[in-house]
């Protein structure tokens, strides 16, 4: 039987995330392993390129990708990143244990060239600019901004950098970062600066919802505010933010996944935002949902109004 055609090609290092439940003594994340693992539960055609070090080569994680359909090509690195994440009363704590190394531009099998969309999901900037001259031309590409946001010392806690241009943020169609990693009063204006016009900008912000940014030509833009979905028990918040940009970018590529008619290329924040809702509930990979459980989670929202137009102007999270 002819297979599908691949959908969407996501590129990035997994971390091994420190964690005193999985006899390891880790468990194998990254925002490239939450975005494919989402967008084949959610039925595209998916492709992966992971950098992994020696023990994540051997993962369990990947073969749950392979088993859910994603084809995974390994790029093995002398060094991935390792993190300890500390959840506190005033939020996340990251330590880094290990930097990782760069994720270099490499051949890709031919039939992912054909992608109609590309996910760029750094957990630790190692993915250069170089990659967008390997983006095609009229591929949609989605970035995961926040994975270049991080400032990595071996054996100290992880910090924020300040967004600034590059050549990968003024090429992408869709970019999704969260508000815990631009500075408190970081300004629509300047993060949407960095993209070009037409490109959205998605904005978590946890248990208040978030915001979705549409960028227009000059100082022009449209903003919506989505309201968050609940959640029946959170687990493990990490990769959720992931979890929700695959999801987004599901929808642009195949509005019929969202369950009605709609426009190619209009990003469906209620079915995102449910994705994100379910993805805390599990440990790990394990929270990740599938399409039945994202569009009933979303009926469950059908009586609120979820998605409304906002002045907001500021996104960064408060210092702790």
């Not at 080569?57 to 990143?81: C, S």
């Not at 946001?149 to 100290?156: A, D, K, P, Q």
């Not at 912000?205 to 979905?229: A, C, Q």
């Not at 195949?254 to 709609?262: D, K, L, N, S």
Request: hydrophobic share 45%; aromatic share 4%.
């Amino acid at each position: 039987m002819t297979r599908r055609a691949i959908e969407v090609v996501h590129i990035g290092s997994a971390s091994r995330d420190l964690t005193s439940d999985d006899p390891r003594g880790w468990r194998l994340g990254g925002g490239v392993t939450y975005a494919a693992l989402t967008t084949a539960r959610l039925g595209l055609r998916t492709a992966a390129l992971i950098g992994v070090d020696d023990a994540g080569a051997a993962a369990a994680e990947l073969d749950l990708l392979r088993t859910a359909g994603v084809d995974v090509v390994v790029d093995r690195l002398a060094e991935a990143p390792v993190f300890d994440n500390q959840e506190t009363s005033a939020g996340r704590v990251q330590i880094c244990h290990a930097v990782g190394h760069p994720v270099a531009v490499r051949d890709l099998p031919s039939a992912w060239r054909e992608a109609k969309a590309w996910s760029l999901v750094p957990v630790a900037g190692e993915i250069h600019d170089e990659w967008a001259g390997a983006v095609p031309a009229d591929t949609y590409l989605t970035l995961g901004w926040q994975g270049f946001l991080r400032v990595l010392v071996r054996g100290e806690r992880v910090v924020r950098r300040d967004p600034r241009p590059s050549a990968l943020v003024g090429r992408a169609d869709l970019v999704g970062v969260s508000h815990h990693d631009v500075a408190a009063g970081t300004s629509l204006a300047t993060l949407a600066g960095f993209l070009h016009p037409g490109a959205r900008l998605l904005v978590t912000e946890g248990n208040l919802g978030g915001l979705m940014i549409r960028v227009g030509e000059g100082d022009g833009r449209e903003v919506l505010r989505y309201l968050p979905t609940a959640t029946d028990g959170e687990a493990d918040p990490t990769g959720a933010g992931d979890t929700f940009l695959a999801a987004l970018l599901a929808s642009v590529l195949r509005p019929a996944i969202v369950g009605r008619p709609r426009s190619r290329r209009s990003p469906d924040l209620r079915f995102a935002a449910a994705a994100g809702s379910l993805a805390v509930e599990g440990p790990g990979l394990a929270g990740v949902p599938d399409r039945a459980a994202v569009l009933l989670r979303r009926a469950r929202e059908r009586i609120r109004r979820a998605v409304v137009p906002s002045e907001e102007s500021q996104v960064g999270a408060v210092d702790p």
